[in-house]
């Protein structure tokens, strides 16, 4: 892709000092711009997950009076912010996790006021979607971009190109790999254009083996890592196949910390593999999903992960 403007990530090799000894101190991805203290994949809380204050993030009093309400910035940017993107019924690239725009969890309130799925719905009706009444909306991708300082990578996941037909987690055979590359190849060239106009560090993520075969092949230079789901192997084909920068397992999948095996959203048994030492030896981050608690964050960085990708900031400072 001509012009395309893309910075690297840095390597697992890179995060190891002048003794070859790995740093001890991971960085911190912030979920969905810190999911669990700011309202989600909002432009607010992109903002405040990079470390700007509540006056530098925004110059409108009622966001100002919510920002109060919710007890104020914490004070602790992200060196990586971490959204989800899926297209509109009119093929705008907007920045939301869910497929729908209300229901989550089965329970009555919604994730915004609005209804409908995400990719049959107009743009017009998703930008005016008010997320979990914070008096935040839904946000074109291009819109989030801009207001999230340069010095900050994104991690950008492809959560879905506008298809129930996906095949999550699994390593494919040829044919069906054709076919699902078939419903992400033009929802990726809409998404990385976007990015090309942006002067951030991108790290492309996904649960979707042809997401990143897309990416891979439009625009090869851009680093990716695959999100593994219910199988180290799978998880671990697929990142050998497309050479991917780093590894996302979910927290129960590191070995050497309490949480290996435990009951998350799945709970294997999983291959005994040590992450960390695998993706290590082949020069691969390791960044973990989803931290939650202090507890988390300080055994997975003793266990010697990379990256912790988190709900709340400050876990590491206890």
Excluded at 79 to 104: C, N, Q, S
Aim: net charge negative; proline share 5%.
């Amino acid at each position: 892709m001509a012009g395309t403007r893309f910075g690297g990530i840095e390597t697992a090799a890179a995060r190891r000092d002048g003794r070859g000894e790995q740093r001890t101190v991971p960085s911190i991805i912030a979920h969905r711009g810190f999911a669990g203290a700011y309202p989600e994949n909002t432009v607010l809380a992109a903002r405040l997950s990079s470390g700007l204050s509540h006056s530098s993030a925004t110059n409108d009093t009622t966001r100002q009076n919510h920002d109060h309400e919710r007890g104020g910035d914490l004070g602790i940017g992200a060196e990586m912010i971490e959204i989800d993107v899926m297209p509109t019924a009119d093929g705008d690239v907007v920045v939301f996790h869910d497929d729908r725009l209300a229901g989550r969890d089965g329970g009555e309130q919604g994730l915004t006021d609005a209804s409908g799925v995400v990719w049959e719905t107009p743009t017009e009706t998703v930008l005016k979607a008010e997320v979990l009444e914070s008096g935040e909306t839904v946000p074109l991708l291009d819109e989030l971009l801009a207001a999230v300082p340069s010095h900050v990578g994104v991690n950008v996941e492809f959560k879905n190109p506008g298809s129930f037909d996906l095949r999550l987690g699994e390593s494919l055979d040829e044919t069906t790999l054709e076919r699902q590359k078939e419903l992400w190849r033009p929802f990726t060239q809409d998404v990385l254009p976007i990015l090309a106009d942006h002067d951030h560090q991108f790290l492309i993520s996904s649960f979707y083996e042809a997401a990143l075969a897309t990416v891979r092949e439009i625009e090869p230079s851009l680093p990716v890592a695959f999100l593994f789901w219910d199988s180290i192997s799978d998880g671990l084909d697929v990142t050998r196949r497309y050479d991917c920068e780093a590894i996302h397992p979910p927290r129960n999948m590191i070995q050497n910390t309490p949480f290996f095996e435990d009951e998350y959203y799945t709970s294997g048994p999983f291959a005994d593999i040590d992450l960390v030492e695998v993706a290590h030896a082949e020069d691969r981050m390791v960044n973990v999903f989803t931290v939650e608690t202090w507890y988390q964050a300080s055994q997975l960085a003793a266990a010697g992960v990379d990256g912790l990708i988190n709900d709340y900031p400050g876990l590491l400072a206890i």
